[in-house]
C-alpha cells in the first residue's frame, strides 16, 4: 500500500533522508523510529504530499504520487505531530470540511463524523468553536478527521502526543481494527512501548537511513546474533547512539 523506492530529501548540502527503500503491505501496523532529527517527520510529510521528494517515488495505494498526486491523497489520511485547525469552525464543521476535501458529503458522512465524535468523547463539544479546544481535544480531532473519509491508508506522527490514557487505549484499539480489516498505518513513536507491543513491523532509522526493518522477533534475533540485549530499547540505542547513552553514564558517574 505505501511504496517507497530511492526516496530522498536535501535541504542544501544536508541529506534529511538518504535514498530509502520501503514497503509497507496491506493490512500492516507499520512502526517508524529513530531519534529527533533522524528522518522519520520528513519521510511522513513527503509520503502525505506535504513535502516535495529531492529524488525517488512514492507509492500509495498503486497511485504514483508524482504522477498522479490527487488520486494518491484520496486513499490517504495524516494524522500530523502539530495539529493545525480552522478555529473558527466548529468541530463538526470542520470533520464535515475535511470530508468534503475528498468528495464526500450527506448524510453518511455526517453519522461518521458523530461516531468518531462520540468515541473519543468529543460529542458535547461538536457545536463548539475549535479555538476553545485543549490540546488533547484538537488531536482527537485531527485523528478523526484522518478517519472520516474511510482512507485505505493513514499515516500518523507521533499520534499518542497530547492523549489521556483513555483516549490513547481508543486510539490503539482502533488502530488494530483498521489494520484488521485490510487497511494500512505507517506510524512514527518515539515510544517504544507502544512500538513493541502495536506494530506488526519495524524499521529503526538513524541520520536518514533506515538501520533495520522487520518484526520483533526478527530484530531481537538480529540482536542476539550480536550478543546484544534483545529488548528493543537496546536494539534502539545500538543502532542510534548506545555510545552517547554510555558516555552519559560516564559523566555522571564521574
Known amino acids: 500500500m505505501i511504496s517507497l523506492r530511492q526516496l530522498t530529501k536535501r535541504y542544501g548540502g544536508f541529506t534529511a533522508v538518504d535514498a530509502i527503500n520501503l514497503e509497507v503491505p496491506r493490512g500492516e501496523l507499520f512502526g517508524f523510529l529513530g531519534p529527533n532529527g533522524a528522518g522519520k517527520t520528513t519521510t511522513l510529510r513527503m509520503i502525505a504530499g506535504i513535502l516535495k521528494p529531492s529524488a525517488g517515488s512514492i507509492s500509495i495505494a498503486g497511485f504514483d504520487l508524482k504522477a498522479d498526486p490527487i488520486g494518491a491523497k484520496m486513499r490517504l489520511g495524516f494524522i500530523p505531530d502539530r495539529p493545525f485547525i480552522y478555529e473558527k469552525l466548529?468541530?463538526?464543521?470542520?470533520?464535515?470540511?475535511?470530508?468534503?476535501?475528498?468528495?464526500?458529503?450527506?448524510?453518511?458522512?455526517?453519522?461518521?463524523?458523530?461516531?468518531?465524535?462520540?468515541?473519543?468523547?468529543?460529542?458535547?463539544?461538536?457545536?463548539?468553536?475549535?479555538?476553545?479546544?485543549?490540546?488533547?481535544?484538537?488531536?482527537?480531532?485531527?485523528?478523526?478527521?484522518?478517519?472520516?473519509?474511510?482512507?485505505?491508508?493513514?499515516?500518523?506522527?507521533?499520534?499518542?502526543?497530547?492523549?489521556?490514557?483513555?483516549?490513547?487505549?481508543?486510539?490503539?484499539?482502533?488502530?488494530?481494527?483498521?489494520?484488521?480489516?485490510?487497511?494500512?498505518?505507517?506510524?512514527?513513536?518515539?515510544?517504544?512501548?507502544?512500538?513493541?507491543?502495536?506494530?506488526?513491523?519495524?524499521?529503526?532509522?538513524?541520520?536518514?537511513?533506515?538501520?533495520?526493518?522487520?518484526t520483533m522477533p526478527e530484530l531481537r534475533a538480529e540482536a542476539a546474533s550480536t550478543g546484544d540485549p534483545q529488548g528493543l530499547e537496546q536494539i534502539f540505542l545500538r543502532l542510534t547512539g548506545e555510545n552517547a547513552a554510555r558516555e552519559l553514564v560516564e559523566v555522571l558517574d564521574a
Do not use: N
Not at 448524510?107 to 490540546?135: G, I, K, N, P, T
Not at 480531532?141 to 499520534?159: K, T
Open 90 to 214: 466548529t468541530g463538526s464543521e470542520f470533520l464535515r470540511f475535511v470530508a468534503g476535501l475528498y468528495e464526500q458529503e450527506g448524510a453518511e458522512v455526517e453519522h461518521r463524523a458523530r461516531e468518531l465524535m462520540a468515541l473519543f468523547d468529543l460529542e458535547e463539544w461538536r457545536d463548539e468553536l475549535v479555538e476553545s479546544y485543549s490540546h488533547g481535544m484538537r488531536q482527537k480531532l485531527i485523528i478523526s478527521s484522518a478517519f472520516v473519509h474511510r482512507p485505505e491508508v493513514i499515516v500518523v506522527d507521533e499520534p499518542m502526543v497530547g492523549l489521556d490514557p483513555k483516549a490513547a487505549r481508543i486510539l490503539k484499539d482502533l488502530f488494530r481494527e483498521y489494520t484488521r480489516r485490510g487497511h494500512t498505518i505507517m506510524m512514527s513513536t518515539h515510544t517504544l512501548e507502544v512500538a513493541e507491543t502495536l506494530c506488526d513491523r519495524v524499521a529503526i532509522i538513524a541520520k536518514g537511513t533506515i538501520r533495520a526493518c522487520g
